[in-house]
T-cell receptor, first 115, second 114 residues
Framework: SQTIHQWPATLVQPVGSPLSLECTVE??????LYWYRQAAGRGLQLLFY??????ISSEVPQNLSASRPQDRQFILSSKKLLLSDSGFYLC??????????????FGEGSRLTVL | AQKITQTQPGMFVQEKEAVTLDCTYDTSDPSYGLFWYKQPSSGEMIFLIYQGSYDQQNATEGRYSLNFQKARKSANLVISASQLGDSAMYFCAMSTSGTYKYIFGTGTRLKVLA
C-alpha cells in the first residue's frame, strides 16, 4: 500500500534561518507531488507541484523553493525564513494518471513557527 | 486561470439538521474534477466526495452529496443529518486535465451544535 511521510512534524525557527522540509512517498512510482501551506485558520495555498524528477512548478515564488531529487522525494526549502512563512505545511501526492479524477493523499503535516 | 471560491468563513448547524456549504469555481478547461475535503482540528485531510465535469448525476457518499450545477459553476456540499463529529474545516478543491494543479478554496469552518 502507498504511504506518505513528511518531517519534521514541528519546528520553531528564528527569522533569517534556513528551512528544509522533506516528504517521501512509498508504494508508488512517478507520483505527482504537491506542497501546500495553511496559515492559521486559513485555506490551503498551493506552493509548488512536480510531475517528475527535477520538474518543479512554482505558484508562490517568494523566498521558498522546492526540489525533487528522486522520484518519490519532495523537499521544500528556504535560505532565509520570514515571519510570514509560519504555518502548517502539507505535502501530498496523487497518481499522475488520475490527477483530475482522484483523491489527493496528504502527509501528516509540518507545523512551522518563525520567531 | 483556475479559481475556487468559498464565501462562508463559518457556519453553524443544529445536530441532526442538514447543512449546505457553498463552493463556486472557474476554469476554461472542459475536463475537471471537483472535490471536498474535511480537516478536523487534528489537521489531517480527509477526502469526502468527488464530482467529474462530465458526470450527469450528482455524487453521493453516505451522508454527503455534491450539488453540481455546471452552468452556474457551483459545487455545493450537502451534509445530511449533521453529527457533532462533523465539526471541522471543509475545503472545496478542483483539478483540471489541462494542468496538474490541484487547488483549494479558503475553507468553511462548520460547527455542529448539540
Amino acid at each position: 500500500s502507498q504511504t506518505i511521510h513528511q518531517w519534521p512534524a514541528t519546528l520553531v525557527q528564528p527569522v533569517g534561518s534556513p528551512l528544509s522540509l522533506e516528504c517521501t512517498v512509498e508504494g508508488t512510482s512517478n507520483p505527482n507531488l504537491y506542497w501546500y501551506r495553511q496559515a492559521a485558520g486559513r485555506g490551503l495555498q498551493l506552493l509548488f507541484y512536480s510531475v517528475g524528477i527535477g520538474q518543479i512548478s512554482s505558484e508562490v515564488p517568494q523566498n521558498l523553493s522546492a526540489s525533487r531529487p528522486q522520484d518519490r522525494q519532495f523537499i521544500l526549502s528556504s535560505k532565509k525564513l520570514l515571519l510570514s512563512d509560519s504555518g502548517f505545511y502539507l505535502c501530498a501526492w496523487i497518481s499522475g494518471a488520475g490527477v483530475y479524477t482522484g483523491e489527493l493523499f496528504f502527509g501528516e503535516g509540518s507545523r512551522l513557527t518563525v520567531l | 486561470a483556475q479559481k475556487i471560491t468559498q464565501t462562508q468563513p463559518g457556519m453553524f448547524v443544529q445536530e441532526k439538521e442538514a447543512v449546505t456549504l457553498d463552493c463556486t469555481y472557474d476554469t476554461s478547461d472542459p475536463s475537471y474534477g471537483l472535490f471536498w475535503y474535511k480537516q478536523p482540528s487534528s489537521g489531517e485531510m480527509i477526502f469526502l466526495i468527488y464530482q467529474g465535469s462530465y458526470d450527469q448525476q450528482n455524487a453521493t457518499e453516505g451522508r454527503y452529496s455534491l450539488n453540481f450545477q455546471k452552468a452556474r459553476k457551483s459545487a455545493n456540499l450537502v451534509i445530511s443529518a449533521s453529527q457533532l463529529g462533523d465539526s471541522a474545516m471543509y475545503f472545496c478543491a478542483m483539478s483540471t486535465s489541462g494542468t496538474y494543479k490541484y487547488i483549494f478554496g479558503t475553507g468553511t469552518r462548520l460547527k455542529v451544535l448539540a
